[in-house]
């Protein structure tokens, strides 16, 4: 494989996941793109957030960080011999607190101009929980019972008190520009790619592609599942974004994949997370997003392989996938709502049903196979 980037300078070793590493990477086209390796504020196991600074139409920042790590990154700035006050727009790859968490600190301090997609901007003013309407899905209903039957009441404290403090430093905060598929700002180009956030944003630029969370080496980001608004959502949704199906979802997520993977083999990726891990670099092409479709094709067919002969709970579907590590307190839910999505999907695609009595329910059908062939070839 081709050398992805022409240089690599370490102008900070940090640790051996990359926090606090300041990378100075050239590409073959001769532009200059620095890497900061921003640590998270808790005990997160996706590695410090990598922020993006660059030039093209002036001094772009992609992803500040999380809320917490503010002082990190300017200090990151500042040690690619840049200043706050240098950077003319921030954008944002997507509304998670591990990337937009200072944001407010950042635009504040600069001056410059925040820059998302506009599901950003109408849903900044809401948390995670005022936008979407869960009981209208009997399969949504179905999994918030089992996870809230499984709740770590202490370790859902210091999440909701953390999620908090994250809602609380985004009040009062304004998009100045929100961006369109498409839009280009000097060389670089923005794409709406949905599906892991209905925000999310990757930007390209002389055979690079900034992924944030949609693609990541390493490790699957979570797909949304299926959403509903609730009423006075829908309300002030512009109607360009009024059908939440084209914003959330497993099928969302593996159609935006494909858009990454359309971009051609030569693109290599600039990640949110991983690009650095265990003393060593994930250099990767787009090729990584044709093997994050690959895996749910494989969870695809392993939800539909366990339901051989008879039907099944959501619950005993779960279990049987994940290890039992990765179905304790808070990350049963994650676990869940990672089955629901492919669940959701099948289920468009006729290949199983949710009954009245709860069950999953294999069709017989296997459209699946088709839908992931369409995507990837
Ligand atoms: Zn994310
Ligand atoms: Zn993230």
């Not at 992805?4 to 370490?10: E, G, K, L, P, S």
């Not at 809602?167 to 794409?191: C, P």
């Not at 512009?238 to 693109?267: C, H």
Request: glycine share 8%; hydrophobic share 35%; charged share 20%.
């Amino acid at each position: 494989m081709p050398q992805a980037f022409a240089d690599v300078a370490v102008l900070r070793k940090g640790d051996p996941q990359g926090n606090r590493m300041i990378l100075r990477l050239t590409t073959h086209g001769g532009l200059t793109v620095h890497a900061i390796g921003v640590p998270q504020d808790w005990p997160s196991r996706t590695g410090p957030t990598w922020a993006y600074l660059f030039e093209s139409d002036g001094v772009t920042l992609i992803d500040p960080g999380a809320h917490g790590s503010f002082r990190e990154l300017v200090e990151g700035i500042e040690q690619c011999g840049y200043s706050a006050k240098n950077i003319d727009r921030v954008i944002v790859s997507h509304g998670h607190s591990d990337h937009d968490g200072s944001v407010a600190e950042m635009v504040g301090t600069s001056g410059a101009d925040l820059w998302t997609h506009g599901m950003y901007a109408t849903l900044l003013p809401y948390s995670q929980w005022e936008v979407q309407d869960r009981s209208s899905s009997p399969i949504h209903t179905e999994m918030n019972a089992l996870a809230d039957a499984a709740i770590n009441h202490r370790e859902e404290s210091t999440y909701r008190r953390r999620n908090q403090r994250y809602n609380d430093s985004k009040k009062g905060l304004t998009v100045d520009h929100t961006v369109a598929d498409g839009e280009t700002f000097g060389d670089a180009t923005i794409i709406h790619a949905p599906g892991h956030s209905p925000d999310e944003l990757c930007v390209t630029l002389d055979g690079v592609v900034f992924t944030g969370d949609h693609v990541l080496p390493e490790i699957t980001p979570h797909p949304t599942t299926k959403a509903t608004y609730r009423s006075h959502i829908q309300e002030i949704m512009p109607a360009e974004f009024a059908d939440a199906s084209k914003s959330y979802g497993l099928e969302t997520y593996m159609r935006s994949l494909k858009t990454v993977i359309d971009l051609g083999p030569t693109y290599s990726i600039l990640p949110a997370h991983r690009l650095y891990n265990r003393n060593r670099y994930n250099f990767q092409t787009v090729d990584r997003a044709r093997e994050v479709v690959l895996h749910h094709a494989r969870r695809l067919n392993q939800i539909l392989q366990r339901l051989t002969n008879e039907t099944s709970g959501l619950e005993t579907v779960t279990r049987g996938i994940f290890e039992h590590g990765k179905l304790l307190g808070g990350n049963l839910y994650m676990a869940l709502a990672e089955i629901v999505a492919h669940v959701e999907l099948l289920e468009d695609l006729g290949d199983l049903e949710f009954t009245e009595d709860k069950q999953l329910r294999k069709t017989g059908s296997q459209n699946h196979r088709q839908f992931v062939a369409e995507l990837i070839g």
